[in-house]
């Protein structure tokens, strides 16, 4: 690796190209953009995830629980001002006992040295979608598909890793 402040250049940039998470018109935009990126000089490699269930199921216990702690009687004081989804979402989160939280907490401190060790072993960053489909339209219901394009994001929010996401022309 190259020290620190040390220029690199696109030949030194290892990329994990995950695929097969989304839809078919996504996964040609980041196919395309990883023949990009190997045009540049990036090494292209095939990566996988680990099991993203009990990461993305300890990410929303950590969330809800938090934003029930944060938000929760603000929403009881002012229902009119918090759509019905958001409303639930804090009262499910209310009912996270302090044990499951801190629980998923714990995990995330292993979690994270054995799922980077994993990912980032053989390169430097993923190329992968930020959900399996484009992004829906503003008035085509995207509060329902939320919670299904989110599932490829959540580990990432959960384990701390810094993320940059950018359009694919999709």
Request: glycine residues 8%; hydrophobic residues 50%.
């Amino acid at each position: 690796p190259p020290a620190p402040g040390e220029q690199v250049g696109p030949e030194d940039l290892c990329i994990g190209h995950v695929a097969g998470l989304a839809e078919p018109e996504t996964e040609r935009a980041l196919a395309a953009a990883a023949e990009a990126f190997r045009a540049l000089g990036c090494r292209i490699v095939a990566a996988g995830l680990p099991d993203l269930a009990p990461l993305n199921r300890d990410h929303q216990t950590i969330v809800k629980a938090e934003a029930a702690a944060l938000h929760h009687a603000r929403a009881k004081a002012h229902p009119d001002r918090v759509a019905p989804a958001v409303a639930a979402a804090f009262r499910a989160g209310a009912q996270i006992p302090a044990t499951a939280l801190l629980a998923a907490r714990s995990r995330r401190v292993a979690a994270t040295a054995e799922t980077c060790g994993t990912l980032f072993a053989g390169c430097d960053l993923l190329l992968m979608p930020v959900a399996p489909g484009p992004a829906p339209r503003a008035d085509a219901g995207a509060a329902e598909r939320f919670d299904d394009d989110a599932v490829l994001t959540r580990f990432a929010n959960f384990l701390g890793l810094p993320a940059t996401a950018f359009p694919l022309g999709v």
